[in-house]
């Protein structure tokens, strides 16, 4: 298994338009940071309700992890200069307050 404190969710807030051939700048990539055991119990407990197969499989669960992993660590070490952590070990609504003073604080950036 994975380590226990790593970030679950990426969130990259732009400047531009995304798709076709447009060109646009990272400027801040929120990192949500969360536990892997707290991560595959909210999982577990998603899967009761979602009939998803994959939610209430502990190896599938685990191979999900060690793929966001592969893929997403690279990215965050790219951008380390642009990136935010929340702890997302907390409540929702903690969580949310966390990210909207983040991004509320981007914008006083972007605004000056």
Known sequence: MVSMTRQKILYVVTKGELGGSQKYVTD??????????????????????????????????????????????????????????????KSIFEVFNDVVQILNNQLLLVNK
Do not use: M
């Open 28 to 89: 801040l990539i929120i990192n949500l940071d969360v536990s892997d055991e707290l991560t595959i119990n909210r999982i577990l407990e998603r899967g009761k309700t979602s009939g998803r197969d994959d939610d209430a499989s502990i190896d599938i669960i685990n191979r999900r992890l060690e793929t966001y992993y592969r893929e997403t660590e690279p990215i965050l070490s790219y951008y380390s200069d642009r990136v935010k952590t929340v702890d997302s070990n």
